[in-house]
């Protein structure tokens, strides 16, 4: 069947979905999440899945019709990924890979594996050349509130986790030990705790409250200065106490493979919407292998999950959900836990809720 796949249409659709919570970071709040939702039809029948992340709700829309757009000049074309990838490349080297283009060019890539693994009727992870397996995950949280939410802290390590991350610097550096210090003493010794500054710091700050945070047993300091910034994050993990974690900002390998020449983490932390879809990711993988760093994945757990078992050097897969809502199987945390599922990457929309949400 692999011969006969030929894209026929793209069709992007954007929505808004409801968060429980929502998501607080010192970069600023997150209320609901814009996704925009990419199905491609092939004239096979079979059709490819996969969603983008908007992050803020006034790009949701013009990025829905960029991946449409784009989509549309890729009519009748092959879908091999490889081949899609590098032309897109070229179509647009003048103006950059970054930002809008960037994402909708890796939500197609996205939805090209998918439609390659659902053809072969595997899930993605095996038609990658692994399997789907249990990957260790930690529940994400913005910025908390220390009594309003210990309750949903305490039942995220009831369910599971084995890790959890809380996000640091909205305030002064005496709330963040305050805060960071109670979530250690709810969670105990046992389980992880990660923090995430978004880039909120200079390397100075950055070094000093690395120092302190020190006693919290923490498993790594999440880009704790401008992602951009890879001299001062080279900085802050030469002379930090706590692991520096990086990566959920580079765009497409190249970007990763200048993060690992500066030596600018001890970690990497990949984006699938970000890295350039699976096919980058599986570049960044193996960049990150031959660096010897550890990968843990940075939101888009349905197809994170497929990644992180094919990548030899994984670590954590982030627990953000942005998607279930939208979908009808959406992915079981077990035993602290999530396994990727499929055909595919495993994404069958649920259309009553999608046209609840459609923006």
Same mark, same amino acid.
């Not at 992870?125 to 309003?148: H, M």
């Not at 919290?216 to 880009?223: H, P, V």
């Not at 497929?306 to 954590?316: D, E, I, K, Q, S």
């Not at 079981?332 to 990457?345: F, I």
């Given at each position: 069947?692999?011969?006969?796949?030929?894209?026929?249409?793209?069709?992007?659709?954007?929505?808004?979905?409801?968060l429980?919570?929502?998501?607080?970071?010192?970069?600023?709040?997150?209320?609901?999440?814009?996704?925009?939702?990419?199905?491609v039809?092939?004239?096979?029948?079979?059709?490819?899945?996969?969603?983008?992340?908007?992050?803020?709700?006034?790009?949701?829309?013009?990025?829905?019709?960029?991946?449409?757009?784009?989509g549309?000049?890729?009519?009748?074309?092959?879908?091999?990924p490889?081949?899609?990838?590098?032309?897109?490349?070229?179509?647009f080297?003048?103006?950059?890979?970054?930002?809008?283009?960037?994402?909708?060019?890796?939500?197609?890539?996205?939805a090209?594996?998918?439609?390659?693994?659902?053809?072969?009727?595997?899930?993605?992870?095996?038609?990658?050349?692994?399997?789907?397996?249990?990957?260790?995950?930690?529940?994400?949280?913005?910025?908390?509130?220390?009594?309003?939410?210990?309750?949903?802290?305490?039942?995220?390590?009831?369910?599971?986790?084995?890790?959890?991350?809380?996000?640091?610097?909205?305030?002064d550096?005496?709330?963040?030990?305050?805060?960071?210090?109670?979530?250690?003493?709810?969670?105990?010794?046992?389980?992880?705790?990660?923090v995430?500054?978004?880039?909120?710091?200079?390397?100075? =700050?950055? !070094?000093?409250? /690395?120092?302190? $945070?020190?006693?919290?047993? &923490?498993?790594?300091?999440?880009?704790p +200065?401008? #992602?951009?910034?890879?001299?001062?994050?080279?900085?802050?993990?030469?002379?930090?106490?706590?692991?520096?974690?990086?990566?959920?900002?580079?765009?497409?390998?190249?970007?990763?493979?200048?993060?690992?020449?500066?030596?600018?983490?001890?970690?990497?932390?990949?984006?699938?919407?970000?890295?350039?879809?699976?096919?980058?990711?599986?570049?960044?993988?193996?960049?990150?292998?031959?660096?010897?760093l550890?990968?843990?994945?940075?939101?888009?757990?349905?197809?994170?999950?497929?990644?992180?078992?094919?990548?030899?050097?994984?670590?954590?897969? =982030?627990? !953000?959900?942005? /998607?279930?809502? $939208?979908?009808?199987?959406? &992915?079981?945390?077990e035993r602290?836990? +999530?396994? #990727?599922?499929?055909?595919?990457?495993?994404?069958?929309?649920?259309?009553?809720?999608?046209?609840r949400?459609?923006?």
């Amino acid at each position: 069947m692999g011969d006969r796949l030929e894209i026929r249409s793209v069709t992007a659709r954007p929505v808004m979905v409801p968060l429980d919570r929502p998501v607080r970071t010192a970069a600023g709040d997150i209320p609901a999440t814009p996704l925009v939702l990419i199905d491609v039809a092939t004239t096979a029948g079979v059709i490819g899945r996969s969603y983008l992340f908007a992050y803020t709700r006034p790009v949701l829309v013009p990025l829905a019709r960029l991946v449409s757009e784009i989509g549309a000049e890729l009519t009748g074309a092959a879908v091999a990924p490889a081949l899609r990838m590098r032309a897109l490349e070229r179509r647009f080297r003048l103006l950059g890979l970054q930002g809008l283009v960037g994402m909708a060019i890796a939500g197609l890539d996205m939805a090209f594996w998918d439609i390659l693994a659902r053809a072969a009727d595997l899930p993605l992870a095996s038609l990658l050349g692994g399997a789907p397996r249990p990957i260790r995950a930690y529940a994400s949280f913005g910025i908390i509130d220390v009594a309003a939410d210990e309750r949903v802290i305490l039942d995220a390590v009831a369910a599971g986790f084995q890790g959890l991350k809380i996000k640091v610097g909205g305030a002064d550096f005496a709330r963040d030990l305050a805060d960071i210090a109670a979530v250690r003493t709810m969670i105990g010794p046992g389980i992880a705790l990660m923090v995430d500054y978004n880039q909120s710091l200079d390397p100075t =700050e950055a !070094l000093r409250r /690395a120092a302190a $945070l020190a006693k919290f047993d &923490l498993t790594w300091i999440e880009e704790p +200065v401008a #992602a951009e910034d890879l001299a001062g994050h080279a900085r802050v993990r030469a002379g930090s106490p706590v692991p520096v974690q990086t990566g959920e900002n580079w765009w497409f390998p190249r970007a990763a493979a200048d993060a690992v020449a500066a030596g600018a983490s001890d970690h990497a932390m990949l984006d699938v919407m970000k890295i350039g879809g699976v096919t980058g990711w599986l570049e960044a993988a193996a960049l990150a292998k031959a660096a010897s760093l550890p990968v843990s994945s940075h939101s888009f757990l349905e197809a994170s999950a497929h990644l992180l078992a094919v990548t030899p050097t994984a670590l954590w897969l =982030e627990h !953000l959900d942005k /998607a279930s809502r $939208l979908l009808e199987r959406p &992915l079981a945390v077990e035993r602290g836990c +999530v396994t #990727a599922q499929g055909p595919g990457l495993g994404l069958e929309w649920n259309e009553m809720a999608v046209d609840r949400l459609l923006v």
